[in-house]
Nanobody, 131 residues
Framework: QIQLVESGGGLVQPGGSLRLSCVLTGALLDRYAIGWFRRAPGKEREGITCTSSGDGLTKYADGVRGRFFISIQYPMNKVYLDMKNLESGDTAEYYC????????????????????????WGQGTQVTVSS
């Protein structure tokens, strides 16, 4: 059974940093493309970043580029989202998602990630940026 489990969320002050983790079980990460999404209170879920294991391409949404960084540890089957210079607008539930296509297209602006194409989702982890 394929599962994604996120962790690492919490309360952080504006300007602070946080690392989210996502572990994939039941499959090998190098056969998947990964996306991170978030849903802020009262808003639609939006894409943040995506990576394709097949070609190593990584893209970000305009609002997080330069502050958020995705990385993968294939032996550990783990994906990380390092978030820096956090702002109150980053407060949201964060989700990782996977699609069994290592070359799945990752748009230049990950904000427009087609979430309906992602087959597997984690349960989400809450990030709250507040002083």
């Amino acid at each position: 059974q394929i599962q994604l489990v996120e962790s690492g969320g919490g309360l952080v002050q504006p300007g602070g940093s946080l690392r989210l983790s996502c572990v994939l079980t039941g499959a090998l990460l190098d056969r998947y493309a990964i996306g991170w999404f978030r849903r802020a209170p009262g808003k639609e879920r939006e894409g943040i970043t995506c990576t394709s294991s097949g070609d190593g391409l990584t893209k970000y949404a305009d609002g997080v580029r330069g502050r958020f960084f995705i990385s993968i540890q294939y032996p550990m089957n783990k994906v990380y989202l390092d978030m820096k210079n956090l702002e109150s607008g980053d407060t949201a539930e964060y989700y990782c998602a996977a699609i069994p296509d290592p070359y799945f297209y990752c748009p230049n602006n990950a904000f427009s990630l087609p979430e309906s194409q992602y087959a597997y989702w984690g349960q989400g982890t809450q990030v709250t940026v507040s002083s």
